[in-house]
């Protein structure tokens, strides 16, 4: 199943955002104990942002230091989505967006289209 982002956009500096992520067809988010927000600057590779990970009934995230802070992710299997709030927007954070059933990117093959975000100074 793939996951699709949405919710991308403009927005200056210290702006904010609220990225989402569904599982497409029939797919529901509550089937992935890990789903993953990654991004992909012009020119650079695909880094992981944050990942929440649900095992043994705990829910645990994990956030990439450049964002600590400013960024919250969180999942509503009621909605089957899953969220990335975008806090204190910087220029750096300009990049597609992604989200994955995985934390780590590596050997994953089923990404999505993304969804861009543009920070402007």
């Known amino acids: 199943v793939q996951l699709q982002a949405s919710g991308g956009g403009m927005v200056q500096s210290g702006g904010s955002l609220t990225l989402s992520c569904i599982a497409s067809?029939?797919?529901?988010?509550?089937?992935?104990?890990?789903i993953g927000w990654f991004r992909q600057a012009p020119g650079t590779e695909r880094d992981g942002v944050a990942c929440?990970?649900?095992?043994?009934?705990?829910?645990?995230?994990f956030y990439d230091d450049s964002v600590k802070g400013r960024f919250t992710i969180s999942r509503d299997n009621a909605r089957n989505s899953v969220y990335l709030q975008m806090n204190d927007l910087k220029p750096e954070d300009t990049a597609l967006y992604y989200c994955?059933?995985?934390?780590?990117?590596?050997?994953?093959?089923?990404w999505g289209q993304g969804t861009l975000v543009t920070v402007s100074s």
């Open positions: 994955a059933s995985t934390c780590a990117p590596a050997g994953y093959n089923n």
């Open positions: 929440i990970n649900v095992r043994d009934g705990v829910t645990r995230t």
């Open positions: 067809g029939n797919g529901r988010i509550v089937d992935h104990a890990a």
